[in-house]
């Protein structure tokens, strides 16, 4: 069966730092672009990032460029999204998702993205 999954989110003071993991099972990520998303309560899902399938492009929304690096390493069939600086709206349910996608960025609309993880809660609180 194929899934993505989530881990590394957590409780985090405002300023502080995570990284979040999205692995693959099932599946090899070798041929799929990847987008992080955030949902915060009685919001939409918003993009946060996406990477090519080489990792050799990347996109950031305007609201966490300059302080969220996203990376993959395809030999851990794995996709990491390293958020520095947090702040109290960073809080959300993170989810990873994946689409097939050769070398071209798919964006940040949810509707491009084909396989989902099941989130992870980020809490940037003091």
């Known amino acids: 069966q194929s899934q993505l999954v989530e881990s590394g989110g957590g409780l985090v003071q405002p300023g502080g730092s995570l990284r979040l993991s999205c692995a693959a099972s099932?599946?090899?990520?070798?041929?799929?672009?990847i987008g992080w998303f955030r949902q915060a309560p009685g919001k939409e899902r918003e993009g946060v990032s996406c990477i090519t399938n080489t990792g050799g492009s990347t996109k950031y929304a305007d609201s966490v460029k300059g302080r969220f690096t996203i990376s993959r390493d395809n030999a851990k069939n794995t996709v990491y999204l390293q958020m520095n600086s947090l702040k109290p709206e960073d809080t959300a349910v993170y989810y990873c998702?994946?689409?097939?996608?050769?070398?071209?960025?798919?964006?940040?609309?949810?509707?491009?993205?084909?396989?989902w993880g099941q989130g992870t809660q980020v809490t940037v609180s003091s």
């Open positions: 998702a994946a689409t097939r996608s050769l070398y071209t960025l798919p964006g940040l609309l949810a509707g491009r993205y084909n396989y």
């Open positions: 099932g599946f090899t990520l070798d041929y799929y672009a």
